[in-house]
């Protein structure tokens, strides 16, 4: 009997040899029809692909990878969730699958799960091309802060993105949004400047920005003298503004600004040091009646608004 | 068991039949595999025509098998690996090993909604029984012989030892002996690493990771096992009562009755092709949140449905994949709709999938301790125990309450053999010395019986009121009367008991 185990040994192997070899080019025939398929934009069919592959494959974890892939591309995002998740409780270092879990939570309300996996796959391991991976995920972690308004988080990434050379472009364009909603136009200008080409709509931010740093009043370094010359200006604008609102409130704001326009030149504003702050609270207000019922026009109607409605100290 | 190295031979032989058993569990499941191919094709889902008529032509040539060459095949082999324990002395011939793998491969190849693992539990016992012969071992070593190998069997096939071992002892042996439990383990684990030899150690599921989201879940675990107990009940009422009405139909029918049954499951997988064959991947699948609920409970329901034509039919296969399938089924389907009730406390979807498996093995088969463990075992996750615990017992109390008898039980009644229920075994009323007794306080005694009690009592001849009635029985051999005496104080009469006391409890 004990004799008798080595021929039946050497049968079953050549069986499974045999078997193995008809499962490998199964699993190989699928799981290149689930790559065309997913390149061609067949993002479902790619799905009953993988899993055809992953059905006769040994490891069955080996196509689950690209599975998650194409149900995610699928918008079958529940499936892709959990085959990623088993992914994970083999392998909760890998960068890849914690960043695709990442993206996939970055859809839900609570945030935390989403920056824990994005955290995981910036210190995670990746096979290939780990400090461009890590860079990724973590400008992605960035946008989502973003997205999420906030912006403390998302300062803090960008930061650590750009601390080093050569720029990336799209972290400056993020961080120039960033320092925008902050109020630092000065900073935005700068991270636009630095980002190279803009798209239009940031574009248009950047002009609005540029001009905001050119009107600030507050900013720091300049003369009494050329404050006051912003004061002026942003008067004018103002001014300008409210002549071109028809509504009932904006003529009454226009009749207080007309009333008050022989007051505010570079001169009167000059030898009286309260006139221009006096001056900064007219047109706070003013701004907030002109543009409640006329949307700023120009780039210069806006930057005039985000100067004065910022709050001061 | 007859002397010490007589023991340990038995044990060298249970190796011998876990490495055979594990050959032969592989080349089982390259058969099915095989078979799967040839007949369906590559895909997962096959085109319309090959799903409707190869059931239904593997149907027709497996019964011609059946009836014409292998008439001891019929069903899912744990009854017959059990008569051959308690009737036949161990033997299964090798006729029937051939044939159930012959017939079981090809039914489940073709798409017949049965599973291979109590075929696998029925091939390890007969290969057990065949090698007990060659070696001629004596007449008590080859009945025990049987289900050695059927745990042997069950093992490869589950790829989970603990639990073929466990199923083998709370439901073929039925006790715990030192000798036999020996053998059990090691043939177990010799056919499992036989078969991860050939095969590789991977899983029957990749088990999502779980943890318990919040203690009031285990009122939703609850549930599912009160809803589990109910389709367990379903299934085994529908397979109890159709199968013995199929089998009265006239014996030419038998050779159509697993190809209509073929034809039915096939018309159910042109829409639902999830339900044909064991349908492990499907497991997996429903595991991975793939269905939503809707599409979970119709697979559970069909699954029924399937099942219970195929097995009806009689189909030579297994019941224990498709239990699973259903629990698997069930329990994402109650997963998925206590989600939409209460998101916050839900965890995912495969840990109810995982406890619906352990439910349904435990409502349906009734093996309540084997239920849990197997799903520790296949999910190797301790903190699933809970849960399991849980919907398990709830399933097997609703299935106990309206389903006096098991599903093995009912069906060896039915095929005209009584063999033991371990389930009545386990639960019958163990009476003791001190039920049968006439206690001290008011005892008359005859002269007589006073002074054959002092007799016992000099001869330090007495019972212990927790004794059994077999030890009292064999102290009351040639003796008429002994004194039952307390445990802490011996000088301390509490009663006394005669033949007749005891005779008169006997059923």
Known sequence: ?313 | MASRRDEQTFLLVAILIGIYSGLAVVTFRLAIDWIRLTLFGAALEPTHGRVLIVPAVGGLVVATLVVLLFPTVRGSGVNQTKAALYIYDGYISMRTVVGKFMTSALAIGSGQSLGPEDPSLQVGAGLASALGRVLKLPREQLRFIAPVGAAAGLAAAFNSPITAVLFVIEEVIGRWSAGVLGAVVLSAVASVVTEQWFLGDEPLFRVPTYHLVHAAELLAYAVLGLIGGGVSLVFVKLVTHLRPRMRALPPWTWYIQPAIAGLFVGAIGLQFPQVMGAGYEYIDRAMHDEYGWRMLAELCALKVVATTASFVSGTPGGLFAPTLFIGAMLGGAVCAIERQIAPAITGPIGAYALVGMGTLFAGILRAPITSVFMIIEVSGNYSIILPVMVSNTVAYLVSRQFQRHALFDVLARQDGTELPSMEEEREADARSVEHVMRPAEGLALTADEAMMLADARAARVYLYPDQSLDTALRVLRGRPLVPVLHRADPQRLVGVVALDDVLGESP
């Open chain 1, 1 to 313: 009997m004990v004799t008798a185990l080595v021929p039946a040994f050497v049968i079953v192997n050549g069986l499974v040899a045999l078997a193995r070899s008809g499962r490998l080019k199964l699993e190989h025939e699928w799981a290149e029809r689930g790559a065309r398929d997913l390149a061609a934009g067949r993002a479902g069919d790619a799905a009953d692909d993988y899993y055809a592959a992953q059905a006769y494959a040994r490891d069955r974890g080996r196509y689950r990878l690209d599975l998650s892939h194409a149900l995610i591309a699928a918008g079958r995002t529940n499936e892709a969730r959990a085959e990623l998740e088993t992914l994970w409780s083999d392998a909760p270092g890998s960068g890849v699958v914690n960043l695709e879990l990442g993206r996939i939570a970055r859809s839900e309300p609570d945030l935390d799960d989403a920056a824990r996996y994005y955290h995981a796959a910036i210190d995670g391991a990746w096979d290939s091309h780990p400090v461009a991976a890590r860079h990724s995920a973590r400008l992605e972690l960035a946008q989502l802060f973003v997205e999420r308004g906030l912006l403390p988080q998302a300062d803090a990434e960008l930061t650590i993105l750009l601390a080093d050379p050569p720029v990336d472009r799209r972290a400056a364009a993020l961080a120039g949004r960033v320092a925008f909603s902050r109020g630092d136009y000065r900073t935005a200008a700068a991270h636009w400047r630095a980002a190279g080409p803009l798209d239009q709509s940031v574009s248009a931010m950047f002009d609005v920005a540029t001009r905001a740093v050119a009107l600030d009043p507050d900013a720091r370094g300049i003369t009494s003298r050329e404050r006051v010359r912003r004061v002026a200006r942003l008067f004018s604008i103002a001014l300008e503004a409210s002549r071109r609102c028809e509504s009932p409130a904006a003529t009454a704001m226009r009749d207080r600004l007309e009333a008050a326009a022989p007051n505010v030149t570079e001169r009167t504003l000059s030898r009286d040091p309260d006139a221009s702050d006096a001056t900064l609270a007219l047109l706070t207000a003013a701004t907030s009646v002109v543009q409640s019922a006329c949307p700023a026009v120009t780039a210069d109607d806006r930057a005039m608004a985000l100067v004065v409605q910022r709050p001061r100290m």
